[in-house]
């Protein structure tokens, strides 16, 4: 993927997502439930942006080949 400068977005309809600056496209989407909202006391975008920034730090890793994980083709339990 080029470089290029991302942004996260709170839709209209309470998704939230990652999509380049330039583009309308999202890359990821987040939907949180109404209970995880209030769970998260309103704090749910702070925990978007960890979630992204995460995501994103573990992906430029994986493209450097400082990561790796081989599963054998089973199925995974994420959580």
Do not use: C
């Amino acid at each position: 993927m080029p470089t290029s400068f991302l942004e996260i977005v709170e839709l209209p309809d309470g998704r939230i997502v990652l999509r380049r600056g330039d583009d309308e496209e999202a890359l990821v989407t987040l939907e949180f439930s109404e209970d995880a909202k209030v769970f998260l006391q309103g704090l749910h975008i702070e925990v978007a942006k960890a979630m992204f920034n995460l995501g994103v730090q573990m992906a430029g890793s994986m493209a450097d080949g400082d990561y790796e994980q081989d599963y054998n083709g089973e199925s995974r339990v994420l959580h």
